[in-house]
């Protein structure tokens, strides 16, 4: 089955000859679902929200691309690629934290490589088995720089772009 776009760990696909009403399958993170062209759900099931949102998202803006793949697949002809959701805001670098400061409470001044500055509250972040332990000001505070973003002994940590986003967020405020 053909891939026919990729974005942030989600992956679209079509097959050749399909019947039944317009639809793509899409994959994030070992679950698999049928979606139509407004981005509802077929069959199948991705239990992340933010996965089925920036799926919907994508197939409204594509919709017409995906239906001219639609007939393409039935056609047996190739079918091209679709442009992914992120290509309009793609970074040129990568962001990493290069610098983090303690701020009290679970606030971290950070520095990115791109030399954005802001003070991020992680206070909203501190849900689940993963981050419980960093709801001790003590044990939060204990953190440290790895893989170009903020990580915790126990393995914890936040993927620098959404760092990046909310530092930049915090500066402009």
């Known amino acids: 089955m053909p891939v026919i776009a990729?974005?942030?760990?989600?992956?679209?696909r079509m097959f050749y000859r399909e019947y039944g009403v317009i639809h793509f399958h899409a994959e994030y993170q070992g679950e698999q679902a049928t979606f139509t062209l407004d981005g509802?759900?077929?069959?199948?099931?991705i239990r992340s929200r933010t996965a089925r949102r920036l799926i919907?998202?994508?197939?409204?803006a594509h919709g017409a691309e995906l239906e001219a793949n639609w007939g393409r697949g039935r056609a047996g002809e190739p079918l091209e690629r679709i442009i992914p959701l992120d290509s309009g805001k793609r970074m040129d670098v990568l962001p990493a934290v290069i610098r983090a400061e303690y701020?009290?409470?679970f606030?971290?001044?950070?520095?990115?490589?791109?030399?954005?500055?802001?003070?991020?509250?992680f206070a909203d972040w501190l849900s689940g088995p993963v981050f419980e332990p960093l709801k001790?000001?003590?044990?939060?505070?204990?953190?440290?720089?790895?893989?170009?973003t903020v990580a915790w002994p126990n393995d914890a940590d936040i993927a620098p772009e959404t760092l990046h986003e909310r530092a930049k967020a915090s500066a402009a405020a």
Not at 40 to 45: F, P, Q
Not at 56 to 60: D, I, P
Not at 107 to 121: A, P, S, Y
């Open 107 to 121: 606030k971290i001044r950070l520095v990115f490589n791109d030399g954005v500055e802001g003070t991020v509250d």
């Open 136 to 148: 001790d000001p003590d044990y939060f505070a204990r953190f440290f720089i790895e893989g170009g």
């Open 40 to 45: 509802e759900i077929l069959a199948g099931n």
């Open 103 to 105: 701020c009290g409470e």
């Open 6 to 12: 990729t974005f942030f760990g989600i992956v679209i």
């Open 56 to 60: 919907k998202e994508w197939s409204l």
